[in-house]
């Protein structure tokens, strides 16, 4: 007998409202490829995952850290009013889990907020250890970059270290780490690398200002170009 063809899980496409969702509501469904109802090993390894006490507590934190972003949760019917910003629930994180020492790995075009965030940090009696994207001083042409490929042409450009970065907070024994504007791939070795658990304040998005949900709020008007698949186009 042939075997069924195999959906991959797409829950960015699902039909289903939210509130019918199975992963929302007990009484919900899921279309095709639903994780929820497809997975029932997988979901097993992940809930026994979470069965680890130091798993357990940072989860169970996260999630009382989600639940206290909203404010009057005790008010009927309730109705969604966001009290937090992320920098102060990053803050607020790290207390509950009583992390004291903070690494920011941050993008050297972002030094001025680096500072602030520096500054307010250590307003909130933590102590940081901060490291830009350049430290260490290695050239691009050490990994093969050509010369017509730096954004600097004609110069002995230094290329971004997130491992460096990653591995200098290692070092220093960091218990909590925040990035703050580090390049698409950059942030992905500074992940791979970084032995502290990481979240991030804010991604690089160089022409929104650092807000990259706006291309994704105007592409279906002004910025629809960025559905044609000649994108790279001029």
Avoid: W
Avoid at 150 to 158: L, P, R, S, V, W
């Amino acid at each position: 007998m042939p075997e069924s063809p195999r959906h991959l899980p797409a829950c960015a496409s699902c039909k289903q409202a939210v509130s019918e969702r199975i992963c929302f509501s007990p009484q919900g469904s899921g279309s095709k490829g639903c994780p929820t109802l497809t997975k029932p090993e997988l979901l097993s390894e992940a809930r026994t995952a979470y069965a680890t006490p130091a798993v357990c507590a940072f989860a169970r934190e996260a999630s009382r850290q989600e639940a206290q972003g909203y404010a009057n949760r005790h008010e009927r019917p309730y109705v969604l009013q966001p009290a937090k910003t992320r920098i102060v629930e990053i803050c607020e994180f790290a207390r509950k889990m009583d992390y004291t020492r903070l690494g920011l790995a941050f993008c050297i075009g972002l030094t001025q907020e680096a500072a602030m965030v520096e500054k307010i940090l250590q307003a909130q009696r933590f102590e940081v250890l901060s490291v830009a994207c350049k430290a260490g001083r290695v050239s691009k042409e050490s990994i093969g970059i050509a010369d017509a490929e730096k954004i600097f042409q004609g110069t002995d450009e230094a290329m971004c270290n997130p491992i460096f970065q990653a591995m200098l907070l290692n070092e220093e024994k960091s218990h909590f780490n925040i990035l703050l504007g580090l390049c698409v791939g950059h942030d992905s070795l500074f992940f791979k690398y970084a032995q502290a658990p990481t979240t991030v304040l804010a991604v690089k998005d160089r022409v929104t200002g650092h807000n990259p949900l706006a291309a994704v709020y105007l592409a279906g008007s002004y910025y629809r170009r960025i559905m044609s698949p000649d994108l790279n186009k001029p």
